[in-house]
């Protein structure tokens, strides 16, 4: 019998701190605006990804570089406030988070983010040890990382834990035998769009698919989002109806439900209803970790709206 690893899921890739200001609206070029509210969250599609998982019951860690700065103060603070444990993170003096500053427009919910990479992830490809793959079930990543995919995967695979990537830049295809290598993929229909030169849902999942590939999923906003499991019909779940005040952190949020539904061993199909459900949940408050769900709350969330279904699309 395998020995059960510590960890459900260990995260390595962005965290942030983000500075949130809120406006009326987005401001036009050389012209002023009134701040209305501003705070200071966590963030990062890791470091959220791993508060959002941890808060549906998954025992979680962080692995990365953090300094004795401010800002990964906070980022510990946070981590511990939520259950996340830190002790895989490597203490660099001089590493950061990222620093962000986010514009968030009140009346539609969206936001534009600024954002600084100086002294993140201070870490060389021989600075990642073993031991975060022989205490992990699954890990979750992300491109901000990316020129570290060929030693993750090659580590993965030396000690049979599940692979989760978030990404974000097209970049990600300068390393096909890596990203082939991934199980669950995640990533906006633009960028699986740009990726494979094609526009219908259908299509990218085709191309996107491979032979280790448990799962790929394309998220579209209030389209919903599609998915594929590996050899099987694409499939549309339809987004959840919320009236969003800030989508800030929703695809971060995606990422770590859909992780944690898989660890609670809940099949492909109810991990996309749990990570589609959270991140609606999450947009209805603002940035981007204070309106994610714990589990009963998602449950209960998911079970008022019946008329969410997934269903097959045509090829």
């Given at each position: 019998?395998?020995?059960?690893?510590?960890?459900?899921?260990?995260?390595?890739?962005?965290?942030?701190?983000?500075?949130?200001?809120?406006?009326?609206?987005?401001?036009?070029?050389?012209?002023?605006?009134?701040?209305?509210?501003?705070?200071?969250?966590?963030?990062?599609?890791?470091?959220?990804?791993?508060?959002?998982?941890?808060?549906?019951?998954?025992?979680?860690?962080?692995?990365?570089?953090?300094?004795?700065?401010?800002?990964?103060?906070?980022?510990?603070?946070?981590?511990?406030?939520?259950g996340i444990d830190t002790y895989m993170a490597l203490n660099i003096p001089e590493a950061k988070p990222i620093y962000s500053t986010i514009i968030t427009d009140q009346q539609s919910g969206e936001r534009t983010i600024f954002y600084s990479l100086a002294n993140f992830d201070l870490i060389s490809n021989d600075d990642i040890p073993p031991?975060?793959?022989?205490?992990?079930?699954?890990?979750?990543?992300?491109?901000?990382?990316?020129?570290?995919?060929?030693?993750?995967?090659?580590?993965?695979?030396?000690?049979?834990?599940?692979?989760?990537?978030?990404?974000?830049?097209?970049?990600?295809?300068?390393?096909?035998?890596?990203?082939?290598?991934?199980?669950?993929?995640?990533?906006?229909?633009?960028?699986?769009?740009?990726?494979?030169?094609?526009?219908?849902?259908?299509?990218?999942?085709?191309?996107?698919?491979?032979?280790?590939?448990?799962?790929?999923?394309?998220?579209?906003?209030?389209?919903?989002?599609?998915?594929?499991?590996?050899?099987?019909?694409?499939?549309?779940?339809?987004?959840?109806?919320?009236?969003?005040?800030?989508?800030?952190?929703?695809?971060?949020?995606?990422?770590?439900?859909?992780?944690?539904?898989?660890?609670?061993?809940?099949?492909?199909?109810?991990?996309?209803?749990?990570?589609?459900?959270?991140?609606?949940?999450?947009?209805?408050?603002?940035?981007?970790?204070?309106?994610?769900?714990?589990?009963?709350?998602?449950?209960?969330?998911?079970?008022?709206?019946?008329?969410?279904?997934?269903?097959?699309?045509?090829?």
């Open positions: 019998m395998q020995k059960k690893k510590p960890f459900d899921v260990i995260g390595y890739g962005a965290v942030a701190v983000d500075d949130i200001l809120y406006v009326d609206q987005y401001p036009e070029s050389d012209s002023k605006v009134e701040v209305r509210q501003r705070e200071r969250q966590g963030g990062g599609l890791i470091g959220t990804g791993l508060v959002a998982a941890a808060r549906l019951g998954v025992k979680a860690a962080y692995f990365g570089s953090l300094g004795v700065d401010e800002l990964s103060k906070f980022t510990r603070s946070e981590f511990d406030n939520e031991g975060i793959f022989v205490d992990a079930q699954y890990f979750i990543f992300d491109s901000y990382v990316l020129d570290k995919f060929p030693r993750l995967v090659s580590l993965a695979r030396q000690f049979n834990t599940i692979l989760i990537a978030d990404v974000e830049s097209e970049q990600v295809m300068a390393y096909p035998q890596a990203m082939g290598a991934i199980q669950y993929l995640i990533l906006s229909r633009k960028l699986g769009s740009q990726i494979t030169g094609e526009e219908k849902a259908e299509r990218i999942l085709d191309r996107l698919d491979t032979p280790d590939r448990q799962c790929t999923v394309i998220t579209e906003g209030k389209y919903g989002c599609w998915f594929k499991p590996h050899s099987s019909d694409v499939l549309h779940l339809p987004a959840y109806p919320v009236e969003p005040v800030d989508t800030t952190g929703c695809g971060d949020v995606f990422h770590g439900a859909f992780t944690a539904a898989l660890v609670h061993g809940k099949s492909i199909e109810a991990a996309v209803k749990w990570g589609s459900a959270a991140a609606a949940l999450k947009a209805e408050q603002c940035g981007g970790r204070k309106g994610i769900p714990d589990l009963p709350t998602l449950i209960d969330f998911i079970d008022s709206h019946p008329e969410n279904q997934v269903k097959a699309i045509d090829s």
